[in-house]
């Protein structure tokens, strides 16, 4: 390669990472760093989703070794996607779960619901109240139905990557 195709491939690379820079600090309120959402700081109902439905897969695994649900994330080898997202799994046995994903930031709280029986319709209200959020004022949606089956939930979610 000669000399001036050089220097004009190397221009040309450096006005792509100048511009590239430019729009990144621009589409971040003029701040060095990465946008906002690429921290996933904003949170709304579909992420709660989200990570409810990251749990189905593990807990139909950890089930077929085990031979019931489990409570402990740790067990499942669950990790959120999200940093402003707690997921709590409320009570589990051998026939369902009851999982509760929480924004305390953006105060909503999403719960997932899976099986029968009385793992499956736990309460969760207490759980709530005890966050220390405004619990009137806390948005809540429902995931799932008790009666929904994980093959239900896996197949309106797509493959979990």
């Excluded at 439905?53 to 999200?82: A, K, P, W």
Aim: some cysteine.
């Amino acid at each position: 390669m000669n000399r001036e195709r050089v220097l004009t491939v190397a221009g040309g690379f450096v006005a792509v990472v100048m511009v590239g820079l430019l729009s990144y600090t621009t589409l971040n309120g003029r701040t060095l760093g990465p946008p906002r959402h690429a921290h996933g700081d904003e949170v709304d109902h579909g992420a709660l989703a989200r990570e409810l439905r990251g749990i189905v897969r593990d807990q139909e695994t950890y089930r077929e070794r085990q031979r019931t649900y489990t409570t402990n994330l740790d067990e499942l080898g669950f990790e959120s996607h999200h940093p402003n997202i707690t997921v709590t799994i409320r009570a589990a046995d051998k026939h369902g779960w009851t999982a509760v994903a929480v924004s305390r930031e953006a105060r909503l709280a999403c719960i997932m619901r899976v099986g029968e029986g009385g793992a499956a319709g736990a309460e969760v209200d207490p759980y709530l109240a005890g966050l220390g959020v405004d619990f009137e004022r806390v948005e809540t949606c429902e995931v799932s139905d008790a009666t929904v089956s994980p093959s239900e939930i896996l197949g309106s979610a797509g493959n979990r990557s």
